[in-house]
């Protein structure tokens, strides 16, 4: 039997046993993906949506502040997208 394995990852599914094809059709519209490079002093993030089109990029220093500024600017991008 051919089945996928599903599993639970951060709010999202990681699915795999799964060619790209298949997983890229599971995509829904309006899905933003988020990528965080996590370092020592500055920390790297990109947005992209669903066709892989680049919404947004930018770095952030790693303190509570700058973390609470990452999140205000997730939420901008996530607004306009509304818009």
């Known amino acids: 039997m051919n089945q996928s394995w ?3 990852y951060l709010g999202g599914y990681l ?7 298949n997983k890229l059709r599971q995509v829904q519209p309006g899905t933003l993906h988020v990528g965080v490079d996590l370092a ?11 066709k892989a089109e680049r919404l947004d990029h930018f770095s952030f220093p790693q303190d509570r502040g700058d973390y609470d500024y990452f999140l205000r600017r997730e939420e901008g991008v996530h607004q306009k997208r509304q818009a």
């Open 40 to 50: 020592l002093e500055k920390n790297m993030v990109v947005v992209i949506d669903e």
């Open 6 to 8: 599903i599993k639970p």
């Open 15 to 21: 699915i795999s046993k799964s060619t790209t094809s």
